[in-house]
């Protein structure tokens, strides 16, 4: 389970938020979960979390990939931490 | 009683407070994903406030949404506090919706804070710069 492996790595905050990025100042980046599957969906691997996405959000209906969702750089870095395969 | 940011003025021409607060920028800039959060660092004491206004700099339109939180997890506000249907480009924006209520502001701001920007858009925003300018009283 893909949450499951954010948590094993600290990348759940303590609202149960997954963290996309954190600054050396304490600021961050955070998505509630809710909002992630949304677009995303079950996806777990990198490759399918790179792909296009078909998805409702505000009453409309978008195909998007991650990197037009501002995503990519994320799954880029959870790659190469092992988050993610 | 002042927060961590810089005491810019003993007087705001816009209101009656005697002292007002600038956070400076205080969430980092950079591109905000879909949908996602960025907070602020935590800002401490944050005292009486009697009024905010918020600036802020993005590069494309987009539906954003402001609200303080109170450690821990408490939001405040509401989540609404300002919720644009358009930003416009390169250019500063006052916040519209700013609650005036001085009381209201003084009981939520009492303690430590962070501010938060949520990008409602489906599509990434760039922002530049959000500074929130908290007046005190």
Known sequence: MLLDSLAEHGQIDE????VLSRGEDGSMQVVPVDVFTTFFGASETYDELIGEHTF???DVQYTK????LGYKQVFDVWKAQGIIN | ??????????????????????????????????????????????G?????????????????????????????????????????????????????????????????GKFAFNNTAATPTTVANVVIKLFGG
């Open chain 2, 48 to 112: 009486f406030v009697r009024y905010a206004q918020y600036f802020i700099q993005s590069d494309q339109l987009g539906r954003v949404t402001f609200f303080h939180e109170v450690l821990p997890g408490v939001f405040c506000w509401g989540q609404t506090m300002f919720n644009m249907a358009t930003i416009s480009t390169s250019s500063w924006q006052p916040a519209s919706g700013i609650p005036s209520n001085g009381s209201t502001l003084s009981t939520v701001l009492g303690g430590s």
């Open chain 2, 1 to 46: 009683m002042l927060a961590n940011g810089t005491l810019v003025s003993d007087t705001n021409p816009m209101t009656s407070a005697t002292r007002y607060l600038d956070l400076g920028q205080c969430i980092t800039g950079g591109a905000v994903a879909a949908g996602a959060y960025a907070y602020s660092p935590v800002f401490t004491g944050l």
């Open chain 1, 15 to 18: 609202s149960g938020n997954i």
């Open chain 1, 65 to 68: 990939t991650a990197e037009e």
């Open chain 1, 56 to 58: 409702t959000w505000n």
